[in-house]
Each structure stands twice: as C-alpha cells, then as structure tokens.
C-alpha cells in the first residue's frame, strides 16, 4: 500500500478498509482499448508472459492517481489557509 493512501477519503466504492481493491467499470474509446491490447500482446511475448489487461491498466491509472496526489500535495504546502484572506485585507485597507 503506498503512504498517499492513509490520508483519503472514503468513497462510495472503497469504504471496506479491509478491502485493498475495488471494481471498476468504464465504456472505453475502441482505440484506447486497441492500444492496450498491443501492448498486452508485446509483454506476453516479450517479457512476461503472465501481464493481462488488467495489469496495463492499473499501471496506467497508478501513475496518473500518484501524479494528481502530489500535485495536489504541493497545492496544499504552498496555498495560504485562506487564500481569500489576503484579498479581503487589502480591500479594507483601500
């Protein structure tokens, strides 16, 4: 388990802290599904034998759900505690 994972929410499809995983279901763009699927068939022949779908998958939304967590991490380190509080001090003071 990844240590951005302590501090979430619960969300309707994760409430179960016992559970490590969840379901997922999505209408996909025929293309994007294509694409996966070639690398599907290059890592079977190529590298590991044993990769799905599945896998490919959640390398992908990993990496994207670890991208927006520290984005929004460093959002959080450099934004004031009420960013409206200096707009507010500098109107009164006009």
């Known amino acids: ?3 951005h ?3 979430l929410p619960n969300f309707s ?3 179960n802290d016992a559970l490590t995983e ?3 279901r999505a209408k996909t763009p025929k293309f994007i ?3 996966i699927d070639a ?3 290059h890592r079977v022949r190529t590298t590991d034998p044993k990769a799905s779908r599945n896998g490919i998958i959640n390398e992908i939304l990993l990496a994207w759900a670890n991208e927006q967590w520290h984005r929004a991490t460093m959002t ?3 934004a004031p505690i009420n960013p409206y509080a200096g707009e507010s001090n500098e ?3 006009a």
């Open 1 to 3: 388990m990844h240590d």
């Open 5 to 7: 994972m302590n501090g």
């Open 13 to 15: 499809r994760s409430r």
């Open 22 to 24: 969840t379901d997922l």
């Open 33 to 35: 599904v294509d694409v």
């Open 39 to 41: 690398e599907l068939a």
């Open 76 to 78: 959080l380190k450099i």
């Open 91 to 93: 109107e009164e003071q």
